[in-house]
């Protein structure tokens, strides 16, 4: 068939444009853009389709041109994995035509809301939009609107755990195919860490640009405001004039709140993932109150740090030991001035973030004593949350003390990872703390630092984390905790000699702190120094008897590489803190004997899955070969972003998971690639 010969044709097209498809008919143009346009075509086996060509000639450069060719090659396996994308069914390029194309699946037909059948000739066909959906029907429902945003963001959801983004969310390309709303003009969809760019349409862009997870939610929010309440996006934040006259004016008023939240001016105040969007979406859609509910979730937040105070001081009351301050440290509360010497010395009282207040500073070194022993010590939480005190009687004896507004995030930071006990938004606490601390003074490092942990820990945003850490360096080249995470960054990326010498700078900047001995270790494991990871394993294992935390994670690391002396001497060296009576260890020490380590992890999931921790059940499954078992609880814990779930790709104790076809689709929902690249032993 001979294609009618579009008006619109590319600067440098042929006379012989459009070009022929293999195994499709075109049939007309039904849409165009700045880089190319959308034919209607029939395939050999008469169904229809839509056609995308990209042009090389209408870009400035190849770098762009490429950079969307290398998009849709990265979006095509993922579109096919939710049902909220439109499908990409097959990818061509001819470089000799500059230009390349895509088929999709094709969108409803607009006059008859159903599947176009070819009944009609090609020119009656229109694509159903949301774009034509609102010009046909108007307004909304505000019920119809909130099950279209769960749609979208789920897709988002979906796309952005890809490590993939939009960049141009509109009504215009939102399509209906089979009556489903799904996300179309993927041809602006890219890699997150690649995006940056002017692209998108005005009104549904923030003023940083497209590019981020975050833009694309700010452009959905702007999708639902115009479907809800019939305005253009530009008008918003207006209300129309005869809203008190709707009935779903109180459903509205609730969708309000998640809009402004999504379209906040600036990026910290919005969603930080489509996830959290998602959640408050649905609370809607099951007819309850978002302001009530964030009632109720303060509320519980303080009855629960009182009530963990309150039992935490009853139980001070009745061991008066555990009331003593670390050596040198004052005591909570106590009318003293004693600090140590470099606090109060021109090294240190002139740096940003410092206070020479002498009882602001006693109280902030105890709440840093309180917080190691809460990181380093079984039942940490008691020292968290007497920190979280000291910390703010710090703050309020000097407000200008930035460090102990860090400080406080790092408790969260701390309680969120590493704790049982886990109060309502601690992960959102950290985040206004950092956010806090970094308005008070963003010349403080380590307020850097604790606004990348939550954007790389909870957000999953490779990008922002960065960049947070690497302005943490910029201020002072000497931030351990900087060198620390950015270690951390890296490791998780596989650049793992750089994650190791920056390790290595932040043990040497901070000697002694559990945090970067348990980074080092890490490190060395991931990049394949087994014996540096082993002999730091015992090492912290023997200086941080108190920690089970420590002691649990050399058991794995020595166990994976089968240190059967290595593993008995750490286990025969904690018993207090495995809390194994002596016929407890007897068994273990059996079982050791017979089967290995995984002897021990069997025993150890048989007597304690149900109470155990779902991040160490995760390992324990996988350790005894349940390895199904072990891939539902990591679909759980990802759409709680566990962020010790980042680890499963480079640690080699995950490896069995690595050869599992499971495994790459885990990694592309963290942002993460998909290849382990440390070595296995």
């Not at 029939?42 to 290398?70: M, Q, T």
């Not at 005190?389 to 408790?411: H, M, P, S, Y």
Request: hydrophobic share 40%; net charge neutral; with cysteine.
């Amino acid at each position: 068939m001979n294609p009618p010969v579009d008006p619109a044709r590319p600067p440098s097209a042929s006379p012989a444009w459009p070009p022929q498809v293999a195994d499709h008919d075109l049939l007309r143009c039904i849409g165009r853009g700045g880089y190319g346009e959308v034919w209607l075509a029939r395939n050999v086996l008469g169904s229809f389709r839509a056609i995308k060509f990209i042009h090389r000639a209408r870009f400035d450069s190849e770098r762009p041109y490429e950079r969307e060719f290398n998009g849709i090659l990265k979006y095509e396996p993922v579109s096919r994995e939710h049902p909220g994308h439109v499908d990409v069914l097959q990818v061509g390029r001819q470089d000799a035509g500059g230009y390349f194309y895509y088929v999709m699946e094709l969108a409803d037909d607009a006059g008859t809301g159903r599947p176009w059948t070819g009944s009609q000739p090609a020119e009656a066909y229109v694509p159903r939009t949301l774009k034509t959906e609102f010009r046909q029907r108007g307004r909304l429902p505000v019920a119809e609107v909130i099950d279209l945003g769960i749609a979208l963001t789920h897709a988002l959801d979906h796309l952005h755990r890809c490590g993939l983004v939009h960049r141009d969310l509109k009504p215009a390309n939102v399509i209906f195919v089979e009556g489903r709303p799904q996300l179309a003009d993927i041809g602006l969809v890219t890699g997150a860490a690649e995006s940056a760019t002017a692209l998108g349409t005005e009104g549904f862009l923030p003023a940083e640009g497209a590019g981020t997870p975050q833009a694309d939610l700010y452009g959905l929010g702007k999708v639902m405001y115009e479907m809800a309440t019939g305005l253009d996006r530009q008008r918003y934040p207006e209300l129309p004039p005869e809203i008190g006259d709707w009935a779903d004016r109180p459903a509205l008023l609730e969708l309000l709140q998640v809009i402004n939240r999504a379209c906040a001016v600036r990026p910290a105040d919005r969603y930080p993932t489509a996830g959290r969007m998602l959640a408050d979406l649905e609370v809607l859609r099951d007819g309850r109150s978002l302001r009530a509910l964030a009632r109720r979730r303060r509320a519980g937040f303080a009855v629960a740090l009182t009530v963990l105070l309150a039992l935490l001081s009853a139980a001070f009351v009745w061991r008066p030991w555990l009331r003593r301050a670390p050596s040198g440290v004052p005591e909570a509360g106590a009318p003293t001035t004693v600090v140590p010497e470099a606090a109060l010395n021109g090294a240190v009282a002139g740096k940003p973030g410092w206070s020479t207040n002498a009882l602001a500073l006693a109280a902030y070194f105890n709440g840093r004593a309180q917080l190691r022993r809460g990181g380093d010590e079984a039942g940490g939480t008691q020292y968290l949350a007497r920190a979280i005190l000291e910390f703010q009687r710090a703050a309020g004896l000097d407000t200008n003390l930035v460090l102990a507004v860090v400080g406080e995030a790092e408790c969260y930071h701390e309680l969120d990872a590493n704790t049982g006990f886990r109060p309502p938004d601690t992960r959102e606490r950290a985040r206004e703390l950092a956010e806090r601390a970094l308005a008070m003074n963003p010349g403080v490092p380590e307020a850097h630092v604790v606004l990348g942990v939550y954007q790389m820990r909870y957000q999953w945003d490779w990008i922002h984390s960065s960049q947070s850490f690497h302005r943490a360096l910029a201020l002072d080249p000497a931030c351990g905790p900087a060198h620390r995470e950015l270690a951390a960054w890296l490791t998780l990326h596989g650049r793992h000699h750089e994650a190791v010498r920056l390790a290595v700078r932040a043990r040497e900047l901070q000697p002694g702190d559990l945090g970067a001995d348990r980074q080092y270790m890490n490190s060395c494991w991931a990049a394949g120094l087994t014996n540096e990871a082993i002999a730091l394993a015992v090492d912290l294992a023997n200086r941080h008897p108190g920690s089970s935390r420590v002691v649990v994670e050399s058991l794995r690391l020595l166990g994976t590489l089968n240190r059967g002396g290595e593993f008995q001497e750490v286990l025969d060296g904690h018993r207090v803190t495995l809390k194994r009576t002596a016929a407890m260890r007897a068994e273990w020490k059996a079982a050791l004997a017979q089967t290995g380590p995984a002897g021990i992890w069997t025993r150890h999931l048989a007597r304690n899955r149900r109470g155990m921790n779902p991040m160490w059940m995760m390992y324990y499954e996988m350790a005894v070969g349940n390895v199904d078992d072990a891939f539902m609880m990591a679909d759980q814990l990802l759409d709680e972003r566990q962020s010790f779930l980042l680890f499963v790709r480079v640690l080699p104790c995950w490896a069995p998971l690595w050869r599992d076809p499971r495994f790459e689709p885990l990694c592309r929902r963290m942002g993460l690639p998909p290849v382990p690249l440390p070595v296995v032993p």
